[in-house]
């Protein structure tokens, strides 16, 4: 899974990825110019977002991506304690508030719950579609009750398919969420990655589920 950190405290934007790492893949911005932009590319299971930052300020960019209809969960980082400013950040459209200092089991306490409540982490961290079970402490995959290997990547893109089913997911989607912005490879390869996953559903027949949107990129069918 992965999570956007959006904090201009070099220290603490250390520190929380350090937090996260055993966990997530850890995408930073230091700004809110940076950090608009990376939220808007809507490749994210969380956004931990600092309120007062250079540039556009948490309340501003929350209020941006809610615009664009992107409902990745945001959990509000803030030195603030006030009502007033927690009332506005969950009315702005922000899903949690954390105050800082913080403990790192608190925060990754938040991040799970809030990864719960959108459906993307379930109790058992396992997600299903149809007959397909991707089992995410393990990694591994079961099709109609077979035990199938795939490679990390192919994992990853089969479950961010099945997190986004009956969504159209562009190729730059795809290849910021697997492969990252800063890849030393091209957007070529989702293509390729696609190809092969489709052999491996194929004895299955789920191949077929996974539809191209031509000139876009892909689409699971809804279970």
């Keep these: 899974m992965k999570v956007l950190v959006v904090e201009d405290n070099a220290a603490l934007l250390e520190s929380?990825?350090?937090?996260?790492?055993?966990?997530?893949e850890v995408d930073t911005a230091d700004n809110g110019d940076d950090g608009l932009f990376m939220a808007q590319q809507n490749i994210y299971d969380v956004?931990?977002?600092d309120v007062m930052l250079p540039g556009m300020d948490g309340f501003e960019i929350v209020q941006q991506?809610?615009?664009?209809?992107?409902n990745t969960s945001v959990l509000f980082l803030t030195a603030k304690d006030g009502l007033e400013d927690r009332v506005r950040g969950l009315e702005m459209g922000g899903d949690d508030?954390?105050?800082?200092?913080?403990?790192a089991p608190e925060l990754k306490a938040r991040i799970r719950a809030l990864l719960r409540r959108s459906g993307i982490l379930s109790l058992e961290a396992n997600i299903t579609y149809r007959g397909i079970e991707l089992r995410g402490k393990e990694k591994d995959i079961l099709i109609d009750g077979d035990s199938i290997k795939l490679t990390m990547k192919q994992y990853e893109l089969?479950?961010?398919?099945?997190?986004?089913?009956?969504?159209?997911?562009?190729?730059e989607q795809i290849f910021d969420r697997i492969w990252g912005f800063d890849s030393d490879t091209t957007i070529a390869i989702v293509?390729?990655?696609?190809?092969?996953?489709?052999?491996?559903?194929?004895?299955?027949?789920?191949?077929k589920d996974i539809q191209t949107v031509r000139g876009v990129g892909y689409m699971l069918n809804q279970a």
Excluded: S
């Excluded at 089969?158 to 190729?171: A, F, V």
């Design 16 to 24: 929380i990825k350090q937090i996260l790492a055993d966990e997530y």
């Design 47 to 49: 956004i931990l977002l």
């Design 65 to 70: 991506i809610r615009r664009e209809k992107i």
């Design 97 to 103: 508030y954390l105050v800082k200092p913080f403990q």
């Design 158 to 171: 089969l479950e961010y398919l099945i997190q986004n089913k009956g969504k159209i997911l562009t190729r």
């Design 191 to 207: 293509e390729v990655f696609v190809h092969h996953l489709r052999k491996k559903l194929e004895p299955y027949q789920y191949h």
